[in-house]
């Protein structure tokens, strides 16, 4: 599975980052995927950031 943020959705909470910070970057105001980490879907870190992500922006893909 893969992870991305669909930034037209993200306003910018940084909840993504603070709960898993090894895929997740603050950058210009907006949560981004780190390079390289775009694969780590299936972390239990990475599902609890999707599922607490109050724009939903994040988004995890097959």
Do not use: N
Request: net charge negative; proline share 6%.
């Amino acid at each position: 599975m893969k992870v991305s943020v669909d930034r037209s959705l993200c306003y910018g909470s940084a909840e993504c980052a603070h709960r898993a910070p090894a895929v997740f970057a603050f950058e210009d105001g907006y949560g981004v995927v780190r390079p390289g980490t775009d694969e780590h879907a299936d972390d239990p870190q990475v599902r609890e950031a999707a599922e607490k992500c109050p724009s939903q922006a994040i988004v995890l893909t097959e």
